[in-house]
């Protein structure tokens, strides 16, 4: 190819180098040209027209427009076709992005896409398109070239030609294909830039609609596997958005570049509808970006997606809010107001969706709606986050306390209270769990109301009082009210008072009984009454016979009598009407599962509401007793859940009560249900955050016995006795916690592993060993699924081992227990697909120097230097184990401290029986590597003291040197020495060492001065205490090997 023989000849003069020039190779553009022997008037027009096109001042314009005339006249093309390349091949050796080459490039776009034909003009397509055909042709014979500038600018100039035709232009089938399977070899080029333009090339040859099309897979390959960030970029600005492509898209969402993440987000805004996104995708969407750890991202998330979609709803905020499903994503969708919020630039924005509030600043109840009460709530505590400056505002959308609080008590009254069969209609299950996320919000809106006038205070006091003790109110609000009603009130002691009044009141009511009466006297009255009534008829009788007779005299007495009589039956009637009904008010206890729930909660947020600085008083003492104990043995299991939950809460205010109730909750860890189990291990953690695994140690200790002769007494010690109760328990704890960790119940492993790291971080517990199991659990495919776990074990052995040099120590001895593990694992076991190397790598990060957070001068050996100890001895176990490539490679990774010491002689022993023992080659070169490279740095340190000591004369040179009164450079020299710190740099320059380098460093050594004779009984003292040091050294060694 024509190409490639011109190519090579431009190569051996000039540009022969694969990698990108430097400054100083860089040859501008204009110095090649003008070297062009040119002949004709024709090759003079090109040569001037790349000459004039490299500066960017010039009118390109003009320089294309009378380059096509020039080529509108030629009749033979060939020739300017010609030269034209050749002209243009100087520009396509350049890899880098100079400003000259990129004008040339853009030149060369706009003169090639001014010969494109309009789509109605087909007469003379052919003969017009001659050029712009020729160059492609010129471009897809080139893409394979070995050089990677000539590859990023074929593939630059295909990008930017098709990008430069028209929207309906027209290109031949063939040429198309062509191209196309051109750029789909560029895509997965070796060097990143090129996999770009062959990206974005391919950006108007794909076809959304089909499922196979070669370029959409291309892209999703790219998306998914690609290692550059940039690449990753480049696809998803150019990759159309379709059911296959858009999981692709969000996936790009958790990307772990922070500008993958950012453009992600750009390009869903940009181009994909909010209802092509399903109501999980929205919610995650809102609630990764706005809590996303990088400013930028939370920036274009708040200033781009939301405000997108907000424009899709026309501006309806509340019509955004139906979009997300509020009531199971409250949180999210509060984040998303508050950033909706934050972009208002007045107040009157702000106020411009509150019209739903009536003259009493409410909203009706009968248009209460989960959007629009979360709208307000949200407003509300935005405005009052603004502190002074929102005063104003708040008064506006916030009514009184008291008016407030029957607003609040006329809604809570009002929500249904289902029965066992309402409870299976899906349809009235929601009504009412809609209600019950109303009044959530609406206790919340609470917090936001100003309670410093005395009666509003008290009526909220009294409304909320009288809300708890109601019988519909739902379970789920009573610990929202209880916070808020204890947030109200401001005297500890009537805090509690109140709250046990109310659970009072609510476990034992008071209702109407009716007393037993007594039938005697019962039967008494009833004789009385029908003797008065006999009395009246014959009264009644005697009246109408003295009537007859005209005897009205005698008939007044009569009527008079019978008055009476009446009045007496009335008097008895009414007595036997109320001994029948003879009810009383009394209080009667109750024990219902609802009712004992209602009330376990209230003392469960009493108990958490309340400083444990403050201890127990004796009502908390009384409720504990008297409701919270009885119910851990209820039949109901989430009366025994929220009873657990009470207990464990109180124990944290008293040790006393943590004591006694211990053994209790370490049962039920073990024999209830899951979530009972759960919420046990819970308490149990929190108590051993608080007090430590020496929580045993305030039990009382076994009395003594009465004969201090006695031989009970002269054998065993009572308090020995009870230390090693102490002991046991302490480790049956720790030995159920680790089993917990093989739970198959995912929940509890979970909070098992998160309360181990907690201790741990916390330095209640110190273990490799568990330590250990933790990294296994978060490398084990069985917990993938686990993101709960995966992100807890991983945030937890970041700062772990990055809190303390103590901490460091204890994941470098976790090391060898974990491998070991993984490499005896049998086939059948999940761990044998764990990638070794990767954990191995994670040790080595975890236990470098450089990475504590407050990173202070070592004394001595450092972690790495005591891990590459244990690795040696662990490849001189076995030197022909599998594993001890690994352990070579893991070596290579460490940074050693060259520093003259007792490790580090003892590592370079260790390292020579290694090179004895070792038969492998790779191993064998690696730690020649890494003998050659202590061996070389304590040349040169000792080269360094040599010089150091020549100072020091007199027999207070050592006392000098540390005091600091040597001169200023010296001093600096031997405190560097001292510090044994040479991190990441010495490591780093350790791990690549040329041949030249080691040649001068052992011409270096030979170099080096002897001793001076008034050193020699310092060294004699340093060489014993090196001697002694090292066999200690080595008995720890062996003990440690013995007992592993």
Same mark, same amino acid.
């Given at each position: 190819?024509?190409?490639?023989?011109?190519?090579?000849?431009?190569?051996?003069?000039?540009? @022969?180098?694969? &990698?990108?020039?430097?400054? $100083?190779?860089?040859?501008?553009?204009?110095?090649?040209?003008?070297?062009?022997?040119?002949?004709?008037?024709?090759? %003079?027009?090109?040569?001037?027209?790349?000459?004039?096109?490299? !500066?960017?001042?010039?009118?390109?314009?003009?320089?294309?427009?009378?380059?096509?005339?020039?080529?509108?006249?030629?009749?033979?093309?060939?020739?300017? @076709?010609?030269?034209?390349?050749?002209?243009?091949?100087?520009?396509?050796?350049?890899?880098?992005?100079?400003?000259?080459?990129?004008?040339?490039?853009?030149?060369?776009?706009?003169?090639?896409?001014?010969?494109?034909?309009?789509?109605?003009?087909?007469?003379?397509?052919?003969?017009?398109?001659?050029?712009?055909?020729?160059?492609?042709?010129?471009?897809?014979?080139?893409?394979?070239?070995?050089? @990677?500038?000539?590859?990023?600018?074929?593939?630059?100039?295909?990008? !930017?030609?098709?990008?430069?035709?028209? &929207?309906?232009?027209?290109?031949?089938?063939?040429?198309?294909?062509?191209?196309?399977?051109?750029?789909?070899?560029?895509?997965?080029?070796?060097?990143?830039?090129?996999?770009?333009?062959?990206?974005?090339?391919?950006?108007?040859?794909?076809?959304?609609?089909?499922?196979?099309?070669?370029?959409?897979?291309?892209?999703?390959?790219?998306?998914?596997?690609?290692?550059?960030?940039?690449?990753?970029?480049?696809?998803?600005?150019?990759?159309?958005?379709?059911?296959?492509?858009?999981?692709?898209?969000?996936?790009?969402?958790?990307?772990?570049?922070?500008?993958?993440?950012?453009?992600?987000?750009?390009?869903?805004?940009?181009?994909?509808?909010?209802?092509?996104?399903?109501?999980?995708?929205?919610?995650?969407?809102?609630?990764?970006?706005?809590?996303?750890?990088?400013?930028?991202?939370?920036?274009?998330?708040?200033?781009?997606?939301?405000?997108?979609?907000?424009?899709?709803?026309?501006?309806?905020?509340?019509?955004?809010? @139906?979009?997300?499903?509020?009531?199971?994503?409250?949180?999210?969708?509060?984040?998303?107001?508050?950033?909706?919020?934050?972009?208002?630039?007045?107040?009157?924005?702000?106020?411009?969706?509150?019209?739903?509030?009536?003259?009493?600043?409410?909203?009706?109840?009968?248009?209460?709606?989960?959007?629009?009460?979360?709208?307000?709530?949200?407003?509300?505590?935005?405005?009052?986050? =603004?502190?002074?400056?929102?005063?104003?505002?708040?008064?506006?959308?916030?009514?009184?306390?008291?008016?407030?609080?029957?607003?609040?008590?006329?809604?809570?009254?009002?929500?249904?209270?289902?029965?066992?069969?309402?409870?299976?209609?899906?349809?009235? %299950?929601?009504?009412?769990?809609?209600?019950?996320?109303?009044?959530?919000?609406?206790?919340? %809106?609470?917090?936001?109301?100003?309670?410093?006038?005395?009666?509003?205070?008290?009526?909220?006091?009294?409304?909320?009082?009288?809300?708890?003790?109601?019988?519909?109110?739902?379970?789920?609000?009573?610990?929202?009210?209880?916070?808020?009603?204890?947030?109200?009130?401001?005297?500890?002691?009537? !805090?509690?008072?109140?709250?046990?009044?109310?659970?009072?009141?609510?476990?034992?009511?008071?209702?109407?009984?009716?007393?037993?009466?007594?039938?005697?006297?019962?039967?008494? =009255?009833?004789?009385?009454?029908?003797?008065?009534?006999?009395?009246?008829?014959?009264?009644?009788?005697?009246?109408?016979?003295?009537?007859?007779?005209?005897?009205?005299?005698?008939?007044?007495?009569? !009527?008079?009598?019978?008055?009476?009589?009446?009045?007496?039956?009335?008097?008895?009637?009414? &007595?036997?009407?109320?001994?029948?009904?003879?009810?009383?008010?009394?209080?009667? &206890?109750?024990?219902?599962?609802?009712?004992?729930?209602?009330?376990?909660?209230?003392?469960?947020?009493?108990?958490?509401?309340?400083?444990?600085?403050?201890?127990?008083?004796?009502?908390?003492?009384?409720?504990?007793?008297?409701?919270?104990?009885?119910?851990?043995?209820?039949?109901?299991?989430?009366?025994?859940?929220?009873?657990?939950?009470?207990?464990?809460?109180?124990?944290?205010?008293?040790?006393?009560?943590?004591?006694?109730?211990?053994?209790?909750?370490?049962?039920?860890?073990?024999?209830?249900?899951?979530?009972?189990?759960?919420?046990?291990?819970?308490?149990?953690?929190?108590?051993?955050?608080?007090?430590?695994?020496?929580?045993?140690?305030?039990?009382?200790?076994?009395?003594?016995?009465?004969?201090?002769?006695?031989?009970?007494?002269?054998?065993?010690?009572?308090?020995?006795?009870?230390?090693?109760?102490?002991?046991?328990?302490?480790?049956?704890?720790?030995?159920?916690?680790?089993?917990?960790?093989?739970?198959?119940?995912?929940?509890?492993?979970?909070?098992?592993?998160?309360?181990?790291?907690?201790?741990?971080?916390?330095?209640?517990?110190?273990?490799?060993?568990?330590?250990?199991?933790?990294?296994? %659990?978060?490398?084990?495919?069985?917990?993938?699924?686990?993101?709960?776990?995966?992100?807890?074990?991983?945030?937890?052995?970041?700062?772990?081992?990055?809190?303390?040099?103590?901490?460091?120590?204890?994941?470098?001895?976790?090391?060898?227990?974990?491998?070991?593990?993984?490499?005896?694992?049998?086939?059948?076991?999940?761990?044998?697909?764990?990638?070794?190397?990767?954990?191995?790598?994670?040790?080595?990060?975890?236990?470098?120097?450089?990475?504590?957070?407050?990173?202070?001068?070592?004394?001595?050996?450092?972690?790495?230097?005591?891990?590459?100890?244990?690795?040696?001895?662990?490849?001189?176990?076995?030197?022909? $184990?599998?594993?001890?490539?690994?352990?070579?490679?893991?070596?290579?990774?460490?940074?050693?401290?060259?520093?003259?010491?007792?490790?580090?002689?003892?590592?370079?022993?260790?390292?020579?029986?290694?090179?004895?023992?070792?038969?492998?080659?790779?191993?064998?070169?690696?730690?020649?590597?890494?003998?050659?490279?202590?061996?070389?740095?304590?040349?040169?340190?000792?080269?360094?003291?040599?010089?150091?000591?020549?100072?020091?004369?007199?027999?207070?040179?050592?006392?000098?040197?540390?005091?600091?009164?040597?001169?200023?450079?010296?001093?600096?020299?031997?405190?560097?020495?001292?510090?044994?710190?040479?991190?990441?740099?010495?490591?780093?320059?350790?791990?690549?060492?040329?041949?030249?380098?080691?040649?001068?460093?052992?011409?270096?050594?030979?170099?080096?001065?002897?001793?001076?004779?008034?050193?020699?009984?310092?060294?004699?003292?340093?060489?014993?205490?090196?001697?002694?040091?090292?066999?200690?050294?080595?008995?720890?060694?062996?003990?440690?090997?013995?007992?592993?």
């Amino acid at each position: 190819m024509s190409y490639n023989v011109t190519l090579c000849v431009i190569s051996m003069l000039d540009v @022969h180098r694969s &990698e990108p020039a430097n400054a $100083a190779e860089t040859v501008h553009v204009s110095s090649r040209l003008s070297s062009i022997n040119m002949t004709g008037d024709t090759d %003079l027009e090109i040569e001037e027209a790349f000459r004039r096109a490299q !500066k960017a001042h010039n009118n390109k314009a003009k320089l294309i427009a009378s380059l096509k005339n020039r080529y509108i006249k030629l009749e033979d093309k060939k020739e300017f @076709h010609e030269e034209f390349i050749r002209c243009l091949k100087y520009a396509m050796i350049i890899y880098t992005r100079e400003p000259a080459v990129e004008n040339v490039i853009d030149f060369v776009t706009k003169f090639a896409a001014c010969f494109e034909t309009p789509v109605n003009e087909e007469e003379e397509e052919e003969e017009d398109n001659g050029f712009l055909n020729f160059l492609f042709n010129f471009l897809l014979e080139s893409h394979g070239a070995n050089s @990677h500038a000539v590859r990023f600018r074929v593939c630059q100039l295909v990008n !930017k030609l098709l990008g430069s035709l028209s &929207e309906n232009a027209q290109i031949d089938d063939d040429l198309c294909d062509r191209i196309h399977e051109a750029m789909l070899v560029r895509v997965t080029d070796k060097y990143p830039n090129v996999r770009i333009q062959a990206a974005l090339a391919m950006a108007r040859l794909q076809d959304p609609n089909n499922p196979d099309c070669p370029t959409i897979k291309a892209y999703m390959l790219l998306l998914e596997n690609d290692s550059n960030p940039e690449v990753r970029r480049a696809v998803l600005s150019c990759i159309a958005p379709s059911v296959v492509t858009l999981s692709k898209i969000y996936k790009r969402t958790r990307d772990v570049k922070e500008k993958v993440r950012k453009l992600t987000y750009q390009v869903l805004a940009e181009k994909v509808h909010i209802r092509a996104l399903s109501i999980a995708q929205r919610v995650s969407l809102l609630h990764e970006g706005l809590n996303d750890s990088a400013d930028s991202v939370k920036e274009v998330v708040k200033t781009h997606l939301v405000p997108a979609w907000l424009r899709l709803m026309q501006g309806d905020v509340l019509q955004l809010l @139906h979009k997300l499903d509020v009531e199971n994503c409250a949180e999210t969708a509060l984040i998303t107001l508050h950033a909706i919020f934050s972009m208002a630039t007045s107040s009157d924005e702000l106020l411009q969706n509150a019209a739903g509030l009536d003259e009493r600043k409410l909203i009706p109840v009968d248009s209460l709606t989960c959007e629009n009460v979360l709208y307000w709530r949200a407003l509300c505590e935005f405005v009052k986050s =603004k502190g002074d400056e929102g005063e104003e505002i708040l008064e506006q959308i916030l009514p009184e306390a008291a008016i407030f609080a029957e607003y609040l008590y006329s809604f809570l009254k009002s929500i249904t209270q289902l029965s066992e069969e309402q409870r299976a209609d899906m349809t009235q %299950l929601e009504i009412v769990m809609t209600q019950e996320f109303v009044g959530q919000q609406l206790i919340l %809106l609470v917090g936001c109301l100003d309670t410093s006038e005395e009666g509003g205070r008290k009526r909220m006091v009294a409304v909320l009082k009288e809300i708890l003790v109601l019988p519909n109110t739902p379970t789920s609000l009573i610990g929202l009210l209880v916070e808020k009603l204890i947030g109200i009130l401001r005297d500890d002691t009537q !805090k509690i008072q109140v709250i046990a009044e109310i659970i009072s009141d609510v476990r034992e009511p008071i209702l109407p009984i009716a007393e037993p009466v007594d039938e005697n006297e019962k039967r008494k =009255k009833q004789v009385k009454l029908a003797e008065v009534r006999v009395q009246i008829m014959e009264a009644k009788q005697s009246l109408e016979e003295c009537i007859s007779c005209q005897d009205f005299s005698r008939a007044a007495e009569l !009527k008079d009598s019978i008055s009476q009589l009446e009045e007496l039956k009335n008097q008895l009637a009414l &007595e036997a009407s109320q001994s029948t009904d003879n009810i009383k008010e009394q209080r009667m &206890e109750k024990s219902d599962p609802e009712t004992l729930l209602k009330c376990l909660t209230m003392c469960a947020e009493l108990f958490k509401q309340m400083s444990i600085k403050r201890g127990i008083c004796p009502t908390m003492t009384a409720l504990t007793e008297s409701l919270i104990l009885p119910s851990v043995s209820n039949p109901n299991p989430a009366v025994r859940n929220m009873a657990i939950v009470g207990l464990g809460t109180a124990a944290l205010h008293s040790k006393d009560l943590a004591n006694t109730h211990l053994v209790l909750l370490l049962q039920i860890t073990q024999l209830d249900e899951p979530k009972i189990r759960i919420s046990a291990l819970r308490a149990l953690i929190d108590q051993l955050l608080l007090n430590g695994l020496n929580i045993l140690q305030d039990k009382p200790a076994p009395p003594a016995s009465q004969s201090p002769d006695s031989p009970d007494n002269s054998n065993e010690n009572p308090n020995q006795l009870a230390k090693d109760e102490e002991e046991s328990t302490v480790q049956s704890i720790l030995k159920m916690l680790s089993e917990f960790l093989d739970s198959e119940i995912c929940e509890l492993r979970t909070e098992t592993a998160e309360g181990l790291a907690k201790l741990m971080y916390c330095g209640r517990i110190v273990s490799p060993k568990l330590l250990s199991r933790l990294v296994l %659990l978060w490398y084990n495919p069985v917990t993938e699924d686990d993101q709960r776990l995966r992100h807890c074990l991983g945030v937890f052995l970041q700062i772990y081992a990055r809190a303390s040099r103590a901490n460091q120590e204890c994941v470098e001895e976790s090391f060898l227990l974990t491998t070991r593990t993984l490499f005896n694992a049998p086939v059948t076991s999940p761990l044998s697909e764990v990638d070794t190397s990767n954990v191995a790598e994670l040790y080595v990060e975890l236990t470098r120097p450089s990475a504590l957070m407050q990173p202070a001068a070592l004394q001595g050996a450092s972690v790495h230097d005591s891990l590459a100890v244990r690795i040696c001895n662990e490849i001189l176990r076995d030197v022909t $184990a599998p594993e001890v490539r690994l352990y070579c490679k893991t070596l290579s990774w460490l940074e050693i401290t060259t520093e003259p010491g007792p490790a580090n002689n003892e590592l370079q022993l260790l390292l020579k029986d290694i090179l004895q023992e070792v038969k492998d080659k790779y191993c064998t070169r690696v730690i020649e590597k890494l003998c050659n490279k202590l061996n070389r740095d304590c040349c040169t340190k000792s080269s360094s003291n040599q010089d150091t000591t020549l100072l020091a004369l007199d027999d207070n040179a050592e006392e000098t040197v540390t005091k600091d009164e040597t001169k200023p450079k010296r001093a600096k020299r031997v405190s560097l020495f001292c510090s044994g710190q040479k991190k990441a740099s010495t490591a780093k320059n350790g791990r690549k060492t040329s041949k030249a380098d080691l040649s001068s460093d052992e011409s270096d050594e030979e170099n080096v001065p002897e001793a001076p004779p008034s050193v020699r009984p310092t060294r004699r003292a340093k060489i014993a205490a090196l001697d002694k040091t090292k066999q200690d050294l080595t008995a720890l060694m062996n003990q440690e090997a013995n007992g592993s």
